[in-house]
Every structure is written in structure tokens, then in C-alpha cells.
RNA sequence: GCCGAAGUGGCGGAACUGGCAGACGCGACAGACUCAAAAUCUGUUGCCGGUCACCCGGCGUGGGGGUUCGAGUCCCCCCUUCGGCACCA
């Protein structure tokens, strides 16, 4: 008996891999290609479970598919830039380039400990210069065409890590990344116009057919669609000024009684100048602007609002309405003013009673006058129009048309579709990112850097004080440039790109990644994408996941790709939890992965993340589960090693036809088939690795049940010796022989270094990577006979064994003639004898 | 509030289009081996009950109703948990 030391094959197969170069893919149109990609890391330092967990799930699908003869891109890189370094440097006095860097060799040596089997010669990291290149080079396009563009607004400011953030970064108020709360800034920043794409992002959500529904919702959610139409109300005392609002319910505009502005409105400005006490005017509008955004992390906000004294026109009716200031009107939405309709919008109708403004019904189910005195609550329900001038009578969603139709015929309104998704605000305040590569001059303005001159490469900044603006800003001699344009001095932006940036676009730098001349190949991209099967957290649902579609598009407007989406399936795995938390060091509740695969080698450990419970789902981590994943190792081990010399003596095994099975034998080639069918299915299919796992067990054992029928007893059982050294039949070591090499090689993309060493064990040549999927056959699955269950009223009574091509009428005989069955039916009727083929006879008795 | 997902043994989880609920693993219990223990091998393990010896009966997939010969699975109502969005006009 050959001891198990997993962590010796570890070492022995790891070395194996790396000399033989083994997983690096080249193109090959001669082979179907598979690219298997999870989501790259930032290098942290530490890999934790959750690495483990994703890129043991990734590696499996990898493996097998390799095996299957797909040529498969499995790459593996680093989202390098970032703000955890920078603060580190501000702490500590480290180079941000150096802990970044020191950081990446200590993982990258913790993956290939693990064995995943990545294409080491693409690996990338966002801060190298020649990647980042890329970064600038895709903005000067997007600047081009109109996709990078400065604007001055409202951003969000993360006083914690000094520096903007996007939409997207604002979870419940405050920071994805320190949780500080997010405050109001104005100032002039990059955007990128995701926009422009924002109905095509929509509409392709329905063509991810392979997505998790619960990612998709939330890109909708995200996106935020809603037709409508834009009227303009005409302000009383000067129709030559109007108010645009936004409306999705322009059916109950003769309900409109009142108009409400944003805060942030323009026009508030100049009504502030025109009202009796201007200052007085201006602080409740600035107490509004500041008190919000906190006072609406705190849940319940009261509507409040005042006055401005102005009245506009309601171009349908002719009246003149007052117009007010509303606290919870949003500046960033719409047009930032919207028609209060108290009746049938329960915000309005909360305003209205709170101020004592008029309410009027003007929708309602049957048309029918309705009393609004009589409203404990608007009615928002769509309905028929009533008291709408030529529009009563008609149902909501005629009268939406007609109304819009309208309003365009009289040049005061049109429909439009309203996105809740704004574009992208990409530049921060930091060191540790792509510079944007842009300069600004007197004469010139805004000139990009020119192609030749990039990269623009980071200065090495000697001090990071976390003080003060833009760290480059202090670098004189990054500051200081020559304009291309008119050679005279010009300032060099100073912010850097969103991270997100890099990791938009890096799945298809791997598909070329040491390409110095051009972002990627397209031929190299058309071969390659989309990605096939992408893994990752849903964290970024919809940070990554949108950017990297918008992305996808850009790239194809500009001809380099020919795909709209980069992602063909996406999975989604959940968390790993230890005491019903995540893991983490201020809850001293984190496993170490690496002292776990001291402990049981790094097969246990990947086999553990997987079978215990399927990919999406968060799991509890628990050593004794590990220590599981370890024993059946360990039994698998016996089992080949029992049987090992017998094996390699018979060889890869004579034709079935020249031997004669016993029915044992042929139970345990149908558990081989049925096994090869279920786990190629689980893992290739639904991605069921759980499942897949649990059938290569239940194989195991079958296999250890039928070795202690034969005369050589169960592997590692106390009477091993008894019955070793008798003869076995030639039927018996065939059928071991294929099983045992189905097994080894089923097992290989979860415990791959294990199963090395026994496939080499076994006297196969070449490794499991010339190693085939194991063929599944049909035949040798089919079962002979079945045993089908008889009820009576539903409840199992007894059970049939049977031929398994058994006539419906057979079965219907066979279950009335059997005597446990006869003596639940007794002296009662039976009404029916329900056969569902081959499952199960119902007797349904009176 | 709106949208979505999920509730199955002591635990993690199986169950393809309605057809033997609880595969597989963890834990627990027993036997074999051992001076003994560990490891290993072989069993048992949903709950309740009955002259529980390996036999029999009843109940059982969050709760209540329904469709069906038959429901974890389909339909209606409710409860709970988790996730997303949240004054989006």
C-alpha cells in the first residue's frame, strides 16, 4: 500500500506543468476554442476562499474541456491600480508600484500552489505602462467620437479616499469601497456617454440567454427605461422663459395644479433675485441641497417645500399655476421639474394636502367625476380621462398619444424615453491609475495626447501625503508640457481613470496580450471571444458587467471586434461564510487557504469549495467538510492503488465482445456510463458541480461494494489479507479497469494533481492533458431490468422488477397479480390502473 | 413601497419535462480490525408509534386552500428569510 501524500504530488505535478509549459493556448482554427475566463484579481496580497472558490470553479470547466479537445484560453491577470495601494503608501512610505507588485508574486505563487491551470505567458497587470497604453489610446478614440467629454456637475465626493466617485460607486449613500459618506461636490470632470448606448444595453439584456436572471434584472433596474414626454409650461410673467418637465403620465396634465423645481434647477437661481427677500429665499434652497442626501440616508425624509413665487402656463389648460421648490424633486433626473399631479401621484398628493394646493381627478376607472376632497390617497391607476377638454372619455393610453401628438403639433412638448442610467464620471484625484491623456492649452484647449506619445507614463512621485489635490499635480515636470498642436506650453491633466476603466476591456488584451503595436489583435479576438464562460462575484453585476458591455461596443464601432456582447455565460458564485459571516480579519474568522492545503494538499481544498454546494450559492465553511474532501481523496487512492497491479498487467482492456459478463459486471460498467453521462452533463451543462462530485462518489462507491464481492475484497478492509493473491476473472479486472480509468480521468478537472499521479500509475502515457474525456456508451448504460414502484391510492405498496422495455399492459398485470398490492386493495374496487412506463403503477381503488 | 429569488432531516444539500422525497457529504450510533486508541472497512441514521429482530402502521418538503390517479415540483392566498432598486415624476 502506497501512502497518500497529497502534498508531494502537489509539488511534483506543479513543477510537471510548468515545465511542460502545458496550459498555454495558441490559435488554432482547426479546433473549436473554449475561453474560460473569472474575473481577474486585485492583488490584495493574500488570495482568499473566495478566490479559491472562483477560480476552482473556473479551473474545472477549463480542465474538462481541454479534455473534450477544445482549445481552451484560460488566462489569468491583475486589476493592479488602485486606491488600497496609494493608501498604503500614504501610511506606510512603500512605492505603491512596489507593495503592487510585491503583492502580485506572492499571489500568483498562492494560484499555482493551487494548480489552476492558466496560461502564465498572458498574464497581465493594469499598471504596466504597456497596458495602460491601451487605456489611453481607447480614450483619445472615445474623445474623438464624442464619448469622453468634460463636464462640470454635481459629483459625488468621498472625503475618506479623496476623490469622485461614479454612480456606481455609491452603495446606500456612502463608499463601495471605505463606506464613508458620500458628499456633493461641483466639478469638472471626464465622462464617458454610456448613454448613447443605453437603450442598445437594454434591449441586448433579452439576448443573454446564458445570464444569471438576477443580474439581468438589476442591469434593467439599473438602466431604468421609462417612456414618456418632455412638455414645456410657459412661466406667466415671461412666456418667453419655460419650464420643461418631465412626465411618464402626461393623461392627467389637466391635473396638473402645480409645478415643482429641483433644488438644483437653474431657473431657482434667478427666482431667488426676483423674490421679496432673496436671502431668505436662497438659505431654504441651500438647506434643501445640503440636509437631502444625509437626511435621506436616515430613511424617512419629509416632503417640504416653498413657494417661489413665480406662476406658469399649463399649455393644455391655459391656467397659470404656482411653481415651488420641492425637496424631493432630483436635480440629475429628467429636467429636474415635474408637473405635481396631486390626484394621481401620491408624492404630489402628500405635497398638496401638506400646503393646502388644489387637487383635481382627471383620471378615473369608469370616467366618472370623482370628489378629490374625498382622496385619502392618489390614484395613479390608469383609467379613463374626465374634465381633459376634447381628451375626456378617452382610456390613459390613447390619450397618452394623442395628448403627445399634440404637443408636438403645438411646438410645446414631444415624447421622449428618460434613462435613469447617467453617463460615466471617470476621473479621480489619485496617483495610482491611468493618467488621461490629455493636455490643455491658451491657444488650443483641449488637445489629446497624440498616438505616437503615448503611454503616458505615471512619474515616480517620491511622497504621497494624501493631502491636497491630484498627487500628480504636484509633479512639475508631469504638469509641465508642450502642446502638439501650436508648440507653445501647455498644463497636463492631472486626474487619473477610474479603475474600472482598465478591467472593461482586459478580456480581450489576453486574448493578445504581449501585442506592443496595437490593443489586441481583431483576428486574434475573433478567434477567441466572446468569453464562453465567465466567473465572478455579483458585486459586480452592475459596476463591471455594464462597463464591460459598453466597452464592448465601442470597440466594435471602431471596427476591432464584431460581437456586441464580450460574455456569452456568466455564472455568478456566491460567497464563502465561516459562522454565518464573511470572512474577514477584523472578525478573526478568515481560513487561510494556504494553511489548508498544508494541511490536506490543494485537491481537497478545491474538491471541498465545489461539492459542497452549488456554484451560485454562498457557502459555510467547515473543517470537517474539508477533512471529507480529504477521505474520499484518500479512498480514491486506496481504491486505485488495490487494484493498480492488476490493471497495468491486463493492459487497456480486451474487447467487450470477447468476454462474458456476470451481472454484477454489468451493473458496474452501467454505475461507469451512467456516471460518465451524469458528471459530463452536471459540469458541462448546468454547471452543477456539486452533483458531479456526488456522482463520481456514488461510482467510488460502487466500486468498493463490487471489489468486496470479488475475491479480492474491499480496499483497506481488515480482511484485505485473507483474500488477497487469489485469481481474478479477466471479466472482472476489465471491468474495474475501464471504471478506475473513467474515474481518474472524471476527477482529474476537480483534484487534478491526484489524478496525475495515478493516471500515470495506471501506465497511461503522456499525462492527463493527452488524456480524453471519457466516452460515454449508451449501450453499456442501458439497464436490463428496472424496478418499478406499485402504488395503491398513491401510496407505495410494493414493487415490481421487470424488463425494462415492459408493455404498459405487462406492468398493469404484473402489479394486480401481486399479492402486497392485492392485500391493500382487499374487497374494494378498483376504479383505475394508472401505468406511467418504466416509473411507476398507481392502483386507484374505489 | 416596488421588483426578484428562496424556504426540504441535527447540518450542507439531491430529486431531468408532476411519478419511490431525503442521492452525495458532514455529524451521530453500532460492528469488524486493535492490548487499546486513531485510521480504515462494513452497517444504521426524517419524525412518531406498534409484542422497533432486519416486520408493520401513521405523519412528513414554511402555513392554508386548490388542480390531479398522483404535487417538493403546477395554480391561488398568507408567513418568513435573503438580494436588488428605492421620493426616477
Wanted: proline share 6%.
Amino acid at each position: 500500500m502506497t501512502p497518500f501524500v497529497p502534498q508531494d504530488l502537489d509539488r511534483k505535478w506543479q513543477q510537471r506543468w510548468t515545465d511542460d509549459r502545458a496550459f498555454e493556448a495558441a490559435v488554432d482554427p482547426a479546433r473549436p476554442k473554449f475561453y474560460c475566463l473569472e474575473m481577474f484579481a486585485y492583488p490584495s496580497g493574500h488570495a482568499h476562499m473566495g478566490h479559491v472558490r472562483n477560480y476552482s470553479i473556473g479551473d474545472v470547466l477549463a480542465r474538462m474541456k481541454r479534455m473534450q479537445g477544445f482549445n481552451v484560453l484560460h488566462p489569468f491577470g491583475w486589476d493592479a491600480f488602485g486606491l488600497p495601494a496609494e493608501n498604503a503608501a500614504i501610511k506606510h512610505g512603500i512605492h505603491p508600484e512596489a507593495s503592487t507588485r510585491g503583492n502580485i508574486a506572492h499571489m500568483k505563487g498562492q494560484l499555482q500552489r493551487l494548480g489552476i491551470s492558466y496560461d502564465w505567458d498572458r498574464e497581465l497587470a493594469t499598471c504596466d505602462p504597456e497596458y495602460y497604453r491601451w487605456n489611453q489610446w481607447l480614450f483619445i478614440r472615445m474623445f474623438e467620437k464624442g464619448l469622453a467629454y468634460r463636464k462640470r456637475s454635481t459629483v459625488n465626493w468621498c472625503p475618506g479616499c479623496h476623490t469622485v466617485l461614479a454612480n456606481e460607486q455609491v452603495v446606500d449613500g456612502g463608499c463601495w469601497r471605505c463606506g464613508s459618506p458620500v458628499e456633493l461636490r461641483e466639478r469638472e470632470q471626464w465622462c464617458l456617454r454610456i448613454t448613447a448606448y443605453a437603450d442598445e444595453l437594454l434591449g441586448a439584456i433579452d439576448t443573454l440567454a446564458e445570464w444569471p436572471e438576477k443580474v439581468l434584472m438589476m442591469q434593467r433596474n439599473w438602466i431604468g427605461r421609462s417612456e414618456g414626454a418632455r412638455v414645456r409650461f410657459a412661466l406667466a410673467s415671461d412666456p418667453g422663459t419655460t419650464i420643461e418637465v418631465f412626465t411618464t403620465r402626461i393623461d392627467t396634465i389637466f391635473g396638473s395644479t402645480f409645478v415643482l423645481l429641483a433644488p438644483e434647477h437653474p431657473l431657482v437661481t434667478s427666482f431667488a433675485a426676483l423674490a421679496p427677500d432673496p436671502d431668505a429665499f436662497r438659505a431654504r434652497v441651500h438647506a434643501f441641497r445640503t440636509q437631502d442626501r444625509a437626511a435621506r440616508l436616515s430613511g424617512e425624509v419629509e416632503k417640504d417645500g416653498f413657494d417661489t413665487g413665480q406662476r406658469a402656463v399649463n399649455p393644455f389648460t391655459g391656467a397659470s399655476v404656482p411653481v415651488w421648490v420641492a425637496n424631493f424633486v432630483l436635480g440629475e433626473y429628467g429636467t429636474g421639474a415635474v408637473m405635481a399631479v396631486p390626484a394621481h401621484d401620491q408624492r404630489d398628493f402628500e405635497f398638496a394636502r401638506r400646503f393646502g394646493l388644489p387637487i383635481a381627478a382627471v383620471v378615473t376607472a369608469d370616467g366618472a367625476r370623482v370628489d378629490p376632497d374625498g382622496l385619502s390617497e392618489a390614484m395613479d391607476a390608469y383609467g379613463t380621462l374626465v374634465d381633459s377638454g376634447p381628451f375626456s372619455g378617452l382610456p390613459s393610453a390613447e390619450a397618452q398619444q394623442r395628448m403627445v401628438a399634440h404637443a408636438g403639433a403645438n411646438g410645446f412638448g414631444e415624447g421622449t424615453v428618460q434613462f435613469r442610467l447617467k453617463d460615466w464620471g471617470i476621473s479621480r484625484q489619485r496617483y495610482w491609475g491611468t493618467p488621461i491623456p490629455v493636455l490643455f492649452c491658451d491657444t488650443d484647449g483641449i488637445v489629446p495626447v497624440p498616438d505616437a506619445d503615448l503611454p503616458v507614463v505615471l512619474p515616480p512621485v517620491a511622497e504621497f501625503t494624501g493631502r491636497g489635490d491630484s498627487p500628480l499635480a504636484q509633479v512639475p515636470a508631469f504638469v509641465n508640457a508642450t502642446c502638439p498642436a501650436c508648440g507653445g506650453p501647455a498644463r497636463r491633466e492631472t486626474d487619473t481613470m477610474d479603475t474600472f476603466v482598465d478591467s472593461s476591456w482586459y478580456f480581450y488584451r489576453f486574448a493578445d496580450a504581449r501585442n506592443n503595436a496595437q490593443a489586441f489583435d481583431p483576428a486574434a479576438v475573433k478567434y477567441w471571444l466572446p468569453v464562453d464562460f465567465y466567473v465572478g462575484g455579483v458585486e459586480h453585476a452592475i459596476l463591471h458587467l455594464i462597463y464591460s458591455r459598453f466597452f464592448a461596443r465601442v470597440f466594435r464601432d471602431l471596427g476591432m471586434v464584431d460581437h456586441d456582447e464580450p460574455f456569452t455565460h456568466l455564472l455568478t458564485q456566491g460567497m464563502v461564510l465561516k459562522d454565518g459571516a464573511v470572512m474577514s480579519k477584523s472578525k478573526g474568522n478568515v481560513v487561510d487557504p494556504d494553511a489548508m492545503m498544508q494541511k490536506h494538499g490543494a485537491d481537497a481544498l478545491r474538491l471541498y469549495v465545489v461539492f459542497v454546494a452549488p456554484p451560485e450559492k454562498e457557502i459555510e465553511w467547515t473543517d470537517e467538510g474539508l477533512e471529507g474532501s480529504w477521505r474520499f481523496l484518500a479512498r480514491v487512492w486506496r481504491l486505485v492503488d488495490h487494484w493498480s497491479a492488476a490493471l497495468v498487467r491486463a493492459g487497456n482492456g480486451p474487447a467487450w465482445e470477447t468476454l462474458s459478463l456476470s451481472p454484477d459486471e454489468r451493473a458496474v460498467r452501467r454505475k461507469t456510463h451512467g456516471t460518465i453521462h451524469r458528471v459530463t452533463a452536471d459540469v458541462g451543462e448546468r454547471q452543477q458541480l456539486n452533483t458531479a462530485v456526488s456522482a463520481i462518489m456514488e461510482l467510488v462507491n460502487t466500486l468498493y461494494s463490487f471489489s468486496d464481492a470479488t475475491m479480492t475484497g474491499p480496499p483497506g478492509a481488515a480482511r484485505d489479507a485473507d483474500r488477497g493473491g487469489r485469481a481474478e476473472r479477466a471479466e472482472t479486472v476489465a471491468v474495474m479497469g475501464e471504471a478506475v480509468r473513467a474515474l481518474v480521468r472524471l476527477l482529474a478537472p476537480f483534484a487534478p494533481h491526484v489524478c496525475e499521479e495515478l493516471w500515470e500509475r495506471l501506465g497511461q502515457e503522456g499525462g492527463l492533458r493527452v488524456a480524453r474525456w471519457p466516452e460515454y456508451d449508451a449501450a453499456a448504460a442501458r439497464v436490463e431490468a428496472i424496478v418499478v414502484p406499485v402504488q395503491v391510492n398513491g401510496k407505495v405498496r410494493s414493487r415490481l422488477t421487470v424488463a425494462a422495455n415492459a408493455s404498459e399492459a405487462d406492468l398493469e398485470r404484473l402489479a394486480l397479480a401481486d399479492a402486497a398490492v392485492m392485500s391493500h386493495v382487499g374487497t374494494k374496487r378498483v376504479r383505475k390502473v394508472v401505468v406511467a412506463r418504466g416509473r411507476l403503477v398507481n392502483v386507484v381503488v374505489a
